[in-house]
């Protein structure tokens, strides 16, 4: 045995332990009711009872059976929810309690049964799947002929129409699949002995239901469902263990909208899980009308290949068969599986048949032609009866096409009397013309016929009889009735063709504007609020986008109108949808007495909240093209609030990044650039405390001035952390003043020599005098800040350059120093506070709060702050400041 690859190998392991966590559902599987499934999960319950396994029992249907009814004893059973329905009073399994006690493991009777409205969920197998997902498992019950692929299978052997239907993708979360089986002899003596139902309805399913032909069909099909389970887990195994497995290509089912569209579905499903493969279904659209009967079909067997796990497309071209092969190539599909053609007598005389172009063109694929007896008997039909007139198309459009021709007939008759028009079968060319762009395929060809029939009648010798007296005429008509159907044939297709890009245009443009609404909406708000609009105003209904608040509770966030209220029922829905990420409400079979619709935004792992779209309560339910645009709004829209949400939860850890980076660095300096000059206060002050008259008078003075120096140093970082704080918080005001910037200059010189006696100072200043309009103890103190970093970094005997200019409408101020000088990508970053790098003033006992101080209170005043590369090695650090715009007035009466 071949050896499965690695990746397949780690995909099957991944899977089994999934399955292992994930899958609890046991189901016990008959051929038909009475061959002993509920006594076979009862028994079974009171085996685990026995090991001390929490069982409770939710819901059994006894049916009154003493044996069925006696294993219940010792286990606890749910009380049952009462429901009023009609009139009268039932009980039905009560999920909520079943919640709220959560046992190990449930019993829930009767997988295929249909709740009573009113409940959360339409059926009971949505009741056990939501049972599932809070982690309970769970044990049932199922009839072979209730699973949703073997419907016409079943109705075809039985003669009944089975309305109760379990989709086959809920059986594949069961990880144990018991078949309860019992010979259809002893069913039938069962049945008999009033072990099944009572006497009155076991004689009447004797008759209809309980033959022994029936009973041997539906056993075959039980057997055949759980071998074709044990061969999905069978592959599992072997592909976990390594051993490899055939490729499964995609089963594709190609339908048209007609009564055998979910007979093929069915059978699609059934081929891909016996072939363990993919499946889906795919309609092609080639733009030509569909009637509503056959819009409705196709809808509906749509929605059946979705509950069943395979996957709808619908394919627009005008060529069916190369859509569906091009879609083959694209996704992978080795099998397609076919419906009987409907095919036209021309189609069949040419040989152009869409059986026939795929066995042409698609050598590789299998083809696998499907055709019900309900097909083949009224195909027989339809050879042996005439198709009525009026059946070919609606009767306006034949009105029109006869309109048409007796107009073009008309205008024959003049145009042979009064203009000599030679060739009158352009006239009705043009006829048929009109009638192929206006209508169907099928009313052009009438049209053709007709007009074919009145230019020979009318004009062609012998006149007034359709016999044909000249050769060369016989040519021309017949040529004219072939130019007027290819012409009639183009036409349509064009019109077709049209009709389908102008579809797809609309659902592009309406896509387009949605995503150009998001694209300029810069949080989750504003995305809601174009999202509800877009969705309101492309699908024409009222549309709440819904979010959870602060108590986990869905509320609306954004509505269109904007006065939309929901309903409780709504509210409850929209919850359910959030937390399964699944449709619920109207147009579902989950709370459909939801007046909304409800969609999911985001997936499981992605939850953001709800679309609720309120159509008009008699509109039926969207056609596909509609549902998939909304799907696919719904999805953008879920996927840009889901982008917004990761950018805010990026901008937050980046800020709490440099939140925490800002703590440390404060931290970090208070304990550095307090507890320095502290200890040097408190060991002057000690030395000076205890050798006061000892020390010398020198020495003594060296110790206060070292106190004084260290107080000062104290006094400027708290003076520091106190203007970042106001800077910070928007509270530092600016008390302008009009001042020679000279004096700013001179003033912040004269600090810095006070601080560092031996420091010197170039200053290079304006001959004419400069005034700004600024507050000029804080530009003294940003000019201070700068002189302090250039001094500290400044090589001995190299002096400090300031350079005061005028550059246009701004006054620059230029401190250079000759010190090791600024990478170029760390030039910005000491404006930042608590800067520090090996370059950095922390290094040479700065605070890291000077320059970021500089940089705000030059920022208040309107000014900027940057940092240069000097010539010949260095930094300059410019201050520009903008002039005032008009100088003080000197007459303060003016």
Request: glycine share 8%; proline share 5%; hydrophobic share 45%.
């Amino acid at each position: 045995m071949a050896e499965a690859p690695r990746e397949a190998r780690a995909d099957a392991l991944l899977d089994a332990v999934r399955d292992e966590q994930q899958r609890r559902l046991k189901i016990f599987l008959g051929a038909a009711p009475g061959v002993g499934k509920t006594w076979a999960m009862l028994s079974a319950a009171r085996e685990l009872k026995k090991q001390g396994v929490d069982v409770v029992v939710g819901i059994v249907e006894t049916h009154e059976r003493a044996e069925t009814t006696a294993l219940l004893e010792g286990l606890e059973v749910l009380p049952r929810r009462p429901v009023s329905y009609h009139g009268r009073d039932f009980e039905e399994f009560d999920l909520d309690a079943a919640l709220a006690r959560k046992p190990a493991v449930l019993l829930v009777d009767e997988l295929a049964h249909t709740n009573l409205p009113g409940g959360r969920h339409e059926r009971r197998w949505q009741d056990i799947a939501e049972l599932l997902d809070a982690g309970i498992e769970v044990y049932t019950a199922l009839n072979v002929q209730h699973l949703e692929s073997l419907n016409d299978q079943v109705r075809r052997i039985t003669g009944v129409a089975v309305r109760e239907r379990v989709p086959d993708t809920f059986l594949d979360r069961a990880r144990d699949i018991v078949l309860v089986d019992l010979p259809p002899r002893e069913l039938i003596q069962r049945l008999k002995q009033g072990k099944v139902y009572v006497p009155e309805t076991a004689a009447a399913a004797l008759d209809a239901f309980f033959t022994p032909t029936n009973l041997a069909s539906l056993r075959e099909l039980a057997v055949e469902t759980v071998a074709g389970h044990v061969e999905s887990d069978l592959r599992g195994s072997m592909l976990a263990r390594g051993a490899a497995m055939p490729v499964r290509r995609r089963v594709l089912a190609a339908i048209d909208g007609y009564a055998q569209s979910e007979y093929l579905v069915r059978m699609a499903r059934r081929i891909a899980e016996r072939r363990g493969a993919r499946w889906g279904v795919a309609f092609v659209d080639t733009g030509a009308p569909v009637e509503a009967g056959r819009r409705e079909r196709l809808e509906a067997a749509l929605r059946l290949a979705r509950r069943l796990g395979g996957d709808g497309e619908i394919l627009r071209g005008h060529a069916i068969a190369d859509e569906l092969l091009a879609y083959a190539e694209r996704e992978g599909v080795g099998q397609i599986v076919l419906g009987r053609t409907r095919e036209r007598v021309f189609a069949r005389m040419a040989g152009r048949s869409l059986t026939q172009q795929l066995l042409h063109r698609g050598a590789h694929l299998e083809l696998t032609i499907i055709a019900t007896p309900a097909e083949r008997a009224a195909a027989r039909r339809r050879l042996r009866l005439p198709r009525p007139p009026g059946g070919l198309g609606r009767r306006r459009e034949y009105f029109f096409a006869t309109l048409t021709t007796i107009v073009a007939l008309a205008c024959a008759f003049v145009a042979e009397r009064y203009l000599s028009v030679a060739n009158l079968s352009l006239i009705f060319l043009t006829a048929v013309l009109v009638v192929a762009v206006r209508t169907r395929m099928a009313v052009a060809f009438y049209t053709a016929v007709l007009c074919f029939i009145a230019d020979n009648f009318f004009f062609m010798p012998p006149i007034y009889t359709l016999q044909i007296s000249s050769p060369n005429d016989v040519l021309t008509v017949f040529l004219f009735l072939v130019a007027a159907l290819v012409c009639s044939r183009l036409a349509t297709r064009l019109v077709l063709q049209l009709e389908s890009l102008r579809a797809a245009h609309v659902q592009s443009r309406a896509l387009l504007a949605l995503g150009h609404r998001l694209a300029t909406s810069t949080d989750a708000a504003g995305i809601r609020a174009a999202g509800a609009a877009a969705l309101a105003q492309t699908l024409g209904c009222e549309t709440a986008l819904l979010a959870r608040d602060a108590s986990d509770a869905m509320r609306v966030a954004a509505s269109s109108p904007a006065d939309m209220r929901l309903q409780t029922q709504d509210l409850a829905a929209a919850d359910w949808c959030e937390r399964h990420a699944a449709q619920a409400g109207r147009f579902t079979d989950t709370l459909n007495a939801a007046p909304c619709w409800l969609l999911p935004l985001g997936g499981e792992d992605n939850r953001v909240g709800v679309a609720a779209l309120r159509f008009p309560p008699g509109a039926s339910e969207p056609d596909p093209d509609r549902r998939s645009l909304a799907l696919t709004m719904v999805q953008d829209i879920g996927q840009t609030l889901a982008r917004a949400r990761l950018a805010d939860e990026l901008e937050g850890a980046r800020v709490q990044g440099e939140t925490e980076r800002l703590r440390n660095a404060l931290l970090s300096s208070v304990s550095h650039d307090l507890r320095s000059p502290l200890a040097s206060i408190i060991g002057s002050a000690g030395t000076l405390a205890d050798y006061d008259e000892k020390l010398p008078a020198n020495e003594r003075r060296e110790l206060l001035e070292a106190i004084l120096g260290e107080g000062q140093r104290l006094d400027r970082y708290i003076q520091n952390l106190l203007d970042m704080t106001r800077l910070g918080h928007g509270t530092l005001k600016l008390n302008r003043d009009w001042t020679d910037v000279a004096e700013i200059v001179a003033a912040a010189v004269t600090r810095l020599r006070k601080l560092f006696p031996e420091v010197r100072v170039d200053t290079v200043l304006p001959p004419d005098t400069v005034l700004l309009y600024v507050h000029p103890a804080l530009i003294e103190q940003a000019l201070f800040n700068i002189l302090e970093n250039a001094e500290r970094f400044s090589p001995p005997q190299q002096p400090v350059l300031v350079v005061v200019r005028v550059a246009g409408d701004k006054l620059l101020i230029e401190v250079s120093d000759r010190g090791p000088g600024i990478p170029e990508n760390e030039r910005a970053r000491i404006f930042d506070m608590f800067y520090s790098v090996s370059r950095g003033d922390r290094d040479i006992g700065g605070t890291g709060l000077g320059l970021a101080i500089c940089r705000g209170m030059i920022g208040a005043h309107g000014g900027s702050v940057e940092a240069l590369p000097r010539e010949g090695g260095g930094t300059t650090i410019r201050i520009s400041l903008p002039l005032p715009s008009e100088p003080p007035n000197p007459d303060p009466s003016a």
